[in-house]
Structures are given as C-alpha cells and as structure tokens.
C-alpha cells in the first residue's frame, strides 16, 4: 500500500453540480432529495467529507462545500462511510452486516466482508482504519471486530462480543449515538473498544495483549478517542460524562465533566487540546473542555438523535438535524455555518399539481411540505413555515384545484391550509386518536378521514362541518383502532359520488358520499374456484389453481385507488393486487406479484386507466422494484428497479408523462413513462 496519497482524483468536475441527476437507476429522469442521512465522517487531512445515507454516500469538498461524487447506489442503506488515514480508501458499514472497501482511486468496490453478527443486531455502527490502514476495526451491537482486510476478509484477527448488553440498555444510543466506539491509536495499533457496559478495554493488535481496562462510567459509552500522542483517551456516555484517561496507568487526567446537553461529540485539536460539541435540541456549543471554556454557539433546530461528527483536528464539525439538514461548522469562520437542505427523512406520499409542474411531498418528521419544481428538480418552497412544522406528520392531501393542502399534526387532529396565503383555514378535531387517511374529493366538496378508533368522516369543505359519519351496514368498524402504516386507505370515484375505504379487518366498502348510505362490501379471494381470473407471477397462478395448495396471505388491504375511468377499484395486499369492477362489485382480476413484490405498499393508476403501479416494501433484494401492470391483460409492462427501501407512495403526473416514488429511503424518483404512452 503506498502511504501519503492525499487525493481523490475520482471525483466528478466541479461544473457538474446536478446531483439529482447523478448514478440514476434505468428509467428515472430526476431524483429529489439525497437520502436519509445516517452518518458523517471526515477525511484525515479535513479536505473532504464522507455522508452516508440509505441511497449510497456523498464526497463533499469541504473547501467549497460542495458535493463531488456519489457512490455505492447499487444497494445503499450505510450507516457510516470513512476514510483510511491516507485517503487511498473508504470503508462503509451497512445495515444489511456488509463492510466494503472503496478505492477512492476510480471509485470501486474492491473488498466485501461479511460482517456478520449476534443476537440479529447486524447493523454496522463504527469502522475505524489503523494509521498503517492494514487493519479495519468494526463495530455494531454489542459485537467488534478486527480485520486484517488486505489479506484476510473471512476471519477477523480480533473479535469480542458484550454478553449482558440488552437493546433496552442502549435505546436512546443504539438509534442515535450509535454506541461501542472504537478507535485506533494515531501512533500504533492500539485499539479501544467496548466490552462492558461503562467499560472500555485497550489491546494491543500486533501481539493480541490487552494493554488497559478503563472503568467507572455508569451509563454506556458512546464515544472514544485518542489524543494525538497516543497516551490519552477521551470517552463520553448516552448521559453526557465525558472523562480523559492516561492509558498507561489506566487513571484519569481530568476530573469527570457532565454536560447538560441531549449529547456530546468529542475531538482533538493537533496540539493536544481537547474539544466538545454539547449538543442540544436547538443549539450546538462548542467547548475547549480542557480550559472549560465555551468558544461558539451555533443554531440548529431539532437536533437530537442524528449524526454529528468534529474533523480529526477538531476544526470542523458537521451535524445533522431531524429536519433533514446537514450544517457544518468551522472554526476558522464560526459565524458562517453551511447548511444543505437537500437531506429528507422517510418520504411517504406525494402528489402533483394538476398541471404537472408541482410534486409535494410529505415527510416523516418536522421537515414539512416539500414543494418541487418538476422540470428543475429543486424545491420551490416548504410548507408552512418553520414555526408549525413540529406539529405536522406525514399524511397530506392536496385539493382539486390547488389551493388547499390538509396535514395530519399528529394529535389527532387535521389542519387545512390555504397554500396562497400560508392561513390556517380549518383545525378539523373530531377524531378520537390517530388520523391515518384523508382525501378530497374531485371537485373540492368534500374531505374523507379515516382514524384509528374505527370512524370514517366526511367533511363539507365550504363550512368545514362534518356532514357523516359512516358506518357500514354490519356494524363494524372501518379501521380496526391499531397503527397502520398506509396512509391511502380511502378515495374518491372519479365523478365525487362515491368514496371507498378500507380496514384493517380485511374489508373494502364503498358509500354513496351524498347520503352516507353504506352501498357495498367488496368480496375477497379467499376460495380457489375461479383461477381464470389470476395473472401475473407464474409461480402464484400455478399455486391457486392447484386445489391441493393452499395460499396463507396476510388478510390486511394496505392501500386502495380507484381508476380514472371510474370503472375500475384496486387494492394490495401480502403477495397480490386485487381488481374489482366498479358498477358490479365483483372482482374482475387479480394479478399475483412475485417473491420481490410480495408486500404492496403503493398503487397508481396511470390517467389513461391503461396501467397499474405497484410498490411495495423490501424484500432482501438490492432495489426494490416498481411494477407496472397493465389493468386490461394482468400482464407485467414493465418493472423500475430504483429504491433502496420501501416504496412507500406512487404517483402518476397528470399529463401521464411521469411516474413519482416516494421511498423510506428518503428520495423522490421520476421515472420516465413517455415509452408507454
């Protein structure tokens, strides 16, 4: 290995700075947004940093702050990206239990190592290079490991697993500070790491001789670094101690210091001065710990539970805040802090405008309503303002005509605003718990919301009074009172007359919206005596037409859409797309979904009635996939292979050029459908 390479020569020109248009899956013209963001790391030297998020990681030059590649998209889901001291690689840690090696030389892959874990906690947590960047340390739950990765990828050199650590234990650290640290000294192989609650043991890796054991903590420590010399040891717990230990005497050098912070992060200058990052819900302070002496503080709204890391000199610092953002900190400048917006938590709906040059979507979390210019791929505004952004979730629906989006706010209520104004309009309260599904109708009369206690309303938008409540006529409830993840569990007939719901208990209903009147049950496929009416999947037809076999399908509809012709309804559930004919109630078709689609979490019509999109939540493949399905034949048109994670919404444009995906993975696609016009 040739040491002292300090450059990346891997990276994309400078002028190329559209990144939604960057390491797109086959189909996709546009990504919105740049994933969930899991985790910061920076380079030795401080010239770059690594962002490691569910669709791959990002390579920012901090001196222009500005993104220069993006790899790893062929699975994504990292969790941690970093760099060996020479920067001739870059080790990540994903949450499937793979460490891979990159060349930052052409960007490849050269090494996979199955990680591996216990206790099915197989989410990789830290990697750390030794200074020689011979050896790889790794770390997840309760469970590290030492390679010797250049040679040696099946077998660690050192492994060490904490017996009595119990996930209840780490809750708030497992999720957010990301607990057993470990960390190379800067000037040998001596290796930190966890092997008890509040215990820290030091090794030797050249000769396997265990050097110290640093106990005292009481709560479990999340963080553990080296000074520059290789004598000191800093580590902070999940209840903000912080304590400097000399490891050759295993005793402290500083009196233990308790911050009054949600967390800390910990870092060394290059003079030896330690320095802490006291991070609170809606500010960092940074601290030179060893003077006790508070040097900036900066903002940063809702920054709990989420990545922050300093540069190894500690003159820098990146964090990432609940809302999505990514802001970094300089020591050099600390009035100026950079902020990138473009990071989004979990997206789960979206919707166009009814011209087609708007998408809103809605993200899980306080980042609010995020408005796209479509034909630009950037954000045009979030919606309300940042103010009321704590109290609204993930549901949204937007009226015909765009003037008025309705937001969940998560306290059982619905707020509706007009978009023009930014006013509230209406605070609609009737519900008992949870709101899991809204829609408007075609022409804007009313508004249908589905809860989690079993009521279904219908709302007269002009008064915002409540006109209904609907029953069925067995007097069941609609939605069995349990948290369901779908948020599309009620829509509208094209012409407003009619709207369908869906519960929990397996049932589809439909109501004539004008009187409330309970109009019909849609049957299920639970008997094996009509295969004439199964396509798809090979597989799944060939298994209901044998009347020997039996099909054990979760009874749970997720999602349901009526097609724009009016004359087609469709539902999804475990492992197939049901069909029913509208004027008739009975099911005209049901299209079996392969192993990779087997739970359908998303459905579209297209605006022609002529194809039906489906997506659905991972099933262990790479991608995961976007079905298009044609509603006359049952037969596959196509299939997009794009997210990384569950697909957790899909929409086509207006004008049917478009197909939008919104994903857990937090990223919007746009697929191209001009082909299937």
Excluded at 162 to 179: F, L, Q, T
Excluded at 293 to 317: I, M, V
Excluded at 364 to 383: A, L, M, N, P, Y
Aim: proline share 5%; aromatic share 10%; net charge negative.
């Amino acid at each position: 290995m040739e040491n002292g390479r300090t450059t990346i020569p891997a990276l994309r020109p400078v002028e190329d700075t559209d990144v939604t248009t960057w390491e797109l899956p086959e189909g996709a013209i546009g990504r919105l947004g740049q994933g969930v963001l899991l985790g910061v790391e920076y380079s030795s030297d401080g010239a770059y940093l690594a962002v490691a998020t569910k669709i791959g990681f990002w390579i920012y030059d901090t001196a222009t702050m500005i993104p220069r590649a993006l790899w790893g998209t062929e699975r994504g889901m990292f969790n941690v990206a970093t760099f060996s001291h020479d920067m001739q690689w870059i080790a990540t840690g994903d949450q499937d239990g793979i460490v891979k090696i990159w060349d930052t030389q052409n960007g490849q892959c050269v090494t996979k190592i199955d990680w591996g874990s216990t206790r099915n906690f197989n989410s990789l947590l830290h990697l750390h290079f030794s200074s020689d960047g011979q050896h790889l340390a790794t770390s997840g739950f309760a469970h590290s490991a030492v390679y010797k990765w250049g040679t040696n990828i099946d077998t660690p050199i050192m492994s060490c697993t904490i017996e009595d650590a119990e996930k209840k234990d780490y809750r708030r650290g497992y999720y957010g500070d990301r607990c057993f640290p470990i960390s190379f000294s800067p000037v040998s192989n001596q290796l930190a790491y966890v092997t008890a609650i509040g215990t820290i043991t030091l090794s030797d890796i050249d000769t396997g001789k265990q050097i110290a054991h640093l106990t005292g903590h009481a709560a479990p420590v999340h963080s553990a670094i080296f000074s520059p010399c290789g004598q000191y040891l800093a580590t902070a717990t999940l209840d903000n101690e912080v304590r400097v230990w000399d490891i050759h005497n295993e005793s402290l050098v500083m009196a233990p210091t308790t911050y009054e912070g949600d967390r800390v992060r910990l870092a060394y200058t290059s003079d030896g001065v330690m320095r802490i990052a006291n991070i609170h819900e809606d500010e960092v302070q940074i601290w030179n710990a060893s003077q006790k002496e508070k040097l900036d503080t900066f903002d940063s709204r809702g920054t709990t539970t989420t990545a922050a890391r300093f540069s190894t000199d500690g003159t820098q610092f990146a964090i990432a805040n609940t809302r999505g953002n990514l802001q970094l900190w300089k020591a050099e400048s600390p009035s100026t802090i950079a902020l990138f917006p473009e990071y989004k938590p979990s997206a789960y709906s979206v919707i166009f405008s009814q011209d087609s040059k708007t998408l809103v979507s809605s993200y899980w979390g306080t980042t609010g309503k995020v408005f796209w210019d479509v034909e630009s791929r950037k954000t045009q505004r979030i919606f309300p303002s940042l103010t009321e952004r704590s109290s609204l979730r993930r549901t949204v629906a937007l009226s015909p005509r765009n003037e008025l989006l309705a937001a969940e706010t998560g306290d059982a209520n619905i707020k509706v605003w007009n978009i023009d104004s930014e006013t509230l309009v209406a605070e609609l309260t009737e519900h008992e718990n949870h709101v899991i599904s809204f829609s408007f109708s075609p022409i804007g009369k009313y508004l249908v919301s589905a809860g989690t206690k079993g009521e279904l309303f219908v709302w007269d938008v002009e008064h915002w009074e409540k006109q209904y409540s609907l029953t069925p006529n067995e007097n069941e409830r609609v939605v069995e009172a349990r948290w369901r993840m779908g948020d599309k569990r009620v829509a509208f007939h094209p012409d407003g007359k009619q709207v369908a719901a869906i519960s929990y208990n397996d049932k589809a209903r439909i109501w004539d919206v004008e009187s409330g009147k309970h109009l019909a049950t849609l049957p299920l496929p639970e008997s094996l005596d009509v295969p004439p009416l199964y396509r798809g999947e090979p597989k799944g037809t060939e298994e209901v037409e044998d009347p020997k076999r039996q099909r054990h399908l979760e009874p749970v509809l997720d999602v349901i859409a009526f097609s724009p012709c009016g004359t087609v309804i469709a539902c999804g559930r475990e492992g197939e797309a049901i069909l029913w004919d509208t004027n008739t109630s009975q099911i005209r078709m049901v299209i079996r979904l392969p192993e990779t689609s087997r739970r359908p979490f998303a459905l579209a019509f297209s605006p022609d009635s002529d194809y039906l999109a489906v997506g659905s939540w991972w099933c262990g493949t790479d991608r995961v996939p976007i079905q298009l399905w044609g509603v006359a034949t049952g037969e596959n048109i196509h299939t997009f292979w794009g997210h990384a994670s569950d697909v957790q919404d899909v929409v086509f444009s207006p004008d049917g050029t478009l197909l939008a995906s919104g994903s857990f993975d937090g990223t919007v696609l746009l697929w191209d459908m001009k082909p299937y016009l």
